[in-house]
């Protein structure tokens, strides 16, 4: 065990509201009626249903595929009918949930397979996407690893978002499978090394890991400071490793893989007992919630039913928030279900909430400290609102993690999050723009060079003509009857 080799570039340190949940161990939620299941939870395109309305599904079965890349297949988490089917992005299977449960077999690999490619096949099998709010599908995550030597493994106990204490929690309470989820990893990419990070509020797990990684050989626990936000996959590299991952490159490009203490866990599930994933541990927070707790939850579930099963409200939400309060999705609709991605359900009053009136930027470059990209928030901010969008773009805007950190310090209360979430869109929305005309572009000149072509063939074969006509000519006798 040893203390973080740098601290960071910029960070900030929330007030973390984590001892509303730290001492509240995992509870199982109680069978929900019903479950809506999105077929994207994953960074890639939707799955695929395979199955159909008034079909009977078992706990564990596959229930939508995976058929392009960086997609992930879908799995119902219970026993039940299926009610309705939607596709696409937006796309979702609902199911009536059965009294009697009854689970689908286990997975399991093709006969012939190495040992790697039979533990990436369970992983991929398993729809196993980043389950610290990434969700990029882990199987596609570590084979595009491999491309390269990877000598450092860093699992990922950061959990520096306030509130959430779902990561901090599955430490204490499942470290052995953490330790198994890395042991298979460690065969997959020959990491010589491993490291696990963990900020140095959650004493606890630091405890419990450190005394398993005793027995371990190359892997070791690093304590991190309590820093947000520390558990992005760059500041996590640079607190460990003292390495600096520069912003066009990827971590793995510099023979570095970090994976979440979830993604290890149902690694270790989908690998050692075949499981896919169908549940995920979520941490149910805020004041206005009546019991706040960390719960296994089947994915799918309607946020309506856990709120049912926490006791209820206490008072009206000012705010519902997926995930945690910095970088979480707002919500108000209490059908919204939970997805493999979602890390916490947060239902804060009104005086959890900054303030939020605008005024003008005070140019106090607290936003400059503060950003862990070492961006300049507000020059991005400023060419932003005049739609700038190029120079946003040579000023780093496709860098900024949209953390939240600069809108939190900033006294002028600017929404230069949202602001920068919008750029990105638009650079997406410019870039996909810009691809489908160079592709017409690359079309027409195409056809153009195929018409040119034939043009010359047809022109060729003309002026052949006439020369095989002369030169039939030329050889064709007199007709002596002439
Ligand atoms: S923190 Fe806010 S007010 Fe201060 S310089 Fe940055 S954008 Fe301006
Ligand atoms: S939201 Fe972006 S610009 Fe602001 S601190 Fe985070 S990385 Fe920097």
């Keep these: 065990m040893f203390n973080a080799r740098m601290k960071p570039h910029g960070g900030i340190r929330p007030y973390s509201h984590k001892s509303l949940t730290r001492e509240i161990a995992i509870r199982p939620l109680a069978t929900p009626r019903r479950l809506i299941i999105p077929l994207r939870q994953h960074t890639g395109p939707a799955a695929v249903p395979i199955v159909a309305e008034g079909e009977s599904v078992a706990a564990g079965q596959l229930i939508a595929e995976a058929r392009e890349r960086m997609s992930a297949p879908v799995h119902s988490a219970l026993s039940g009918v299926v009610t309705s089917v939607t596709t696409g992005d937006q796309g979702c299977i609902t199911i009536k949930v059965s009294d009697q449960q009854s689970p689908a077999p286990r997975l399991t690999a093709a006969e012939g397979l190495s040992e790697t490619q039979t533990m990436l096949s369970l992983i991929e099998q398993a729809g196993i996407v980043g389950m610290g709010g990434a969700m990029f599908p882990a199987a596609d995550k570590i084979r595009m690893s491999l491309r390269y030597p990877i000598e450092t493994l860093i699992v990922n106990g950061g959990e520096c978002e306030p509130y959430l204490t779902t990561d901090d929690r599955l430490m204490r309470e499942q470290a052995e499978f953490i330790i198994g989820g890395i042991r298979y990893l460690q065969t997959i990419t ?9 900020e140095d509020n959650k004493t606890e797990a630091i405890a419990r890991l450190d005394e398993l990684c005793r ?3 190359h892997i070791e626990v690093v304590i991190l400071p309590s820093l947000y936000p520390i558990g992005s996959a760059k500041q996590m590299i640079e607190a460990v490793t003292g390495r600096q991952i520069p912003q066009n490159r990827r971590s793995t490009e510099m023979g570095v893989l970090v994976q979440n203490v979830g993604t290890c866990i149902a690694i270790f599930h989908a690998i050692r007992f075949g499981k896919p994933v169908t549940h995920r541990v979520i941490t149910v927070s805020g004041r206005a919630i009546e019991q706040p707790g960390n719960l296994l939850v089947p994915i799918g579930t309607p946020i309506k039913e856990i709120i049912g099963q926490c006791g209820g409200l206490k008072t009206q939400p000012a705010r519902m928030v997926l995930g945690g309060p910095m ?7 209490l059908d919204v279900p939970i997805n ?3 890390s916490g359900l947060l239902l804060l009053t009104g005086d959890e909430l900054p303030q939020t009136k605008p005024s003008a930027c005070l140019r106090c470059g607290r936003c400059l ?8 928030p507000l020059s991005l901010f400023a060419e932003l609102k005049n739609d700038g ?3 946003a773009q040579q000023q780093g805007l496709n860098a900024c993690l949209l953390c939240g950190s600069c809108a939190y310090v900033c006294p002028a209360a600017l929404p230069l999050t949202q602001f920068f979430d919008w750029g990105q869109q638009q650079l997406r929305l410019l870039k996909r723009q810009e691809d489908k005309m160079e592709r017409t572009r690359q079309n027409s000149a195409n056809r153009q060079a195929r018409l040119a072509k034939e043009a010359a063939a047809k022109a060729a074969a003309l002026a052949a003509k006439p020369a095989r006509r002369s030169r039939r000519a030329a050889t064709t006798p007199e007709d002596p009857s002439c």
């Design 369 to 376: 400290d503060a950003c862990p990209m070492s961006l300049a």
């Design 327 to 333: 970088m979480g999705r707002a919500v108000d609709d």
């Design 190 to 198: 020959q990491a010589r090394q491993v490291y696990i990070g963990i």
């Design 389 to 391: 969008f190029a120079k």
């Design 215 to 217: 027995q371990e050989d």
């Design 340 to 342: 493999k991605g979602t």
